[in-house]
C-alpha cells in the first residue's frame, strides 16, 4: 500500500485542519489505519486509529474530544479531522496502514508525512 497525506498547514490556534491520507496499490478497506505526528526535539506518538470497517476508533488522551479519524473505503481515503487546535499540536503527521488496529506503531505502511503547525 502506497499512502499519500495531505492537508497540513498554517493555522491559528483555535482552529482547524482536515488532513487526508489517500491510499493506493493495494485494498485499503482491508487495513486498519492510524494517525501519528512527530513534533520537533520529540518520538513520533500516536494520534489515532481506525479499524478497518470504521466500527471502532482510539484516540490519544491529548487529543480526545479535539480529534476525529474517519475512512471512505470506497475512495480509498482516511481523514482526521483536527478541531480546536494547540500550538503543542505542531508536528509532522503521517498516515499508517496495517494488518491490525493498533495504537502502537508497528503499522506496516506509512506516509511521507504532512506539516500542521498551530500558531498561538
Known amino acids: 500500500v502506497q499512502l499519500q497525506a495531505s492537508g497540513g498547514g498554517l493555522v491559528q490556534a483555535g482552529g482547524f485542519l482536515r488532513l487526508s491520507c489517500v491510499a493506493s496499490g493495494r485494498t485499503f478497506s482491508r487495513y486498519a489505519m492510524g494517525w501519528f505526528r512527530q513534533a520537533p526535539g520529540k518520538e513520533r506518538e500516536f494520534v489515532a486509529a481506525i479499524m478497518w470497517s470504521g466500527a471502532f476508533t482510539n484516540y490519544a488522551d491529548s487529543v480526545k474530544g479535539r480529534f476525529t479519524i474517519s475512512r471512505d473505503n470506497a475512495k480509498n481515503t482516511g481523514y482526521l479531522q483536527m478541531n480546536s487546535l494547540k500550538p503543542e499540536d505542531t508536528a509532522v503527521y503521517y498516515c499508517?496502514?496495517?494488518?491490525?488496529?493498533?495504537?502502537?506503531?508497528?503499522?506496516?505502511?506509512w506516509g511521507q508525512g504532512t506539516l500542521v503547525t498551530v500558531s498561538s
Open positions: 499508517a496502514a496495517g494488518q491490525r488496529f493498533r495504537s502502537d506503531d508497528q503499522y506496516d505502511y
